[in-house]
């Protein structure tokens, strides 16, 4: 069965698009052969677009699964299996995270540091220095600008990757609430 992994986690088309392009890869690369989670609630989800309610959805998909071998048990493990993948996506953002906002926060305020100390010397120098004077704080307003606009960038990153992982993981664990509801052991 082809996987539409959009339908299932962002059927209204609310998330972050790049956000959801990179976590649904990440559970598309680590999809696991057969019938599992994914295909399980892609199943559902058709299913109640004939005008089933949920739990006739769940309990006919389930039916259907169960012929090809799959377990309650096996299929809240593949559910848990790709909460784990976004819980290693989301470590990796943020290390990733970390290391942008060294490199593009955190160095740029060292160097307004630096300037500002230069600064310091060059403003007691004579006359003829003034020129670099200016020069210098020029840059160091260029520098808290691009180290700001750099900071927003990535807490905007963050937010919306944020909200995108809450998302798809709240629609996972919804949807063991609602397998524990419906599906007896």
Request: aromatic share 6%; glycine share 2%; hydrophobic share 35%.
């Amino acid at each position: 069965m082809n996987i539409n992994l959009v339908e299932i986690f962002d059927n209204q088309n609310s998330l972050d698009k790049k956000s959801r392009e990179f976590l649904l890869k990440a559970i598309e690369r680590n999809n696991k052969e057969g019938f599992d989670y994914l295909e399980f609630k892609q199943a559902m989800i058709r299913l109640e677009k004939m005008a089933l309610d949920e739990e006739t959805a769940i309990k006919s998909a389930y039916a259907t699964a169960s012929t090809v071998g799959l377990t309650k048990s096996m299929l809240m493990k593949s559910a848990d299996f790709y909460l784990a993948i976004l819980q290693e996506e989301y470590n990796q953002f943020n290390s990733a995270l970390e290391k942008q906002m060294e490199a593009k926060v955190h160095s740029k305020q060292k160097q307004k540091e630096q300037a500002e100390e230069k600064l310091k010397t060059i403003t007691q120098k004579i006359a003829d220095l003034q020129k670099e004077q200016k020069v210098l704080e020029t840059k160091l307003q260029k520098m808290d600008e691009d180290a700001l606009k750099a900071k927003e960038k990535i807490e905007d990153t963050s937010e919306k990757f944020q909200a995108t992982l809450k998302t798809i993981t709240e629609r996972i664990q919804q949807d063991i609430e609602q397998f524990n509801n419906h599906i007896s052991s």
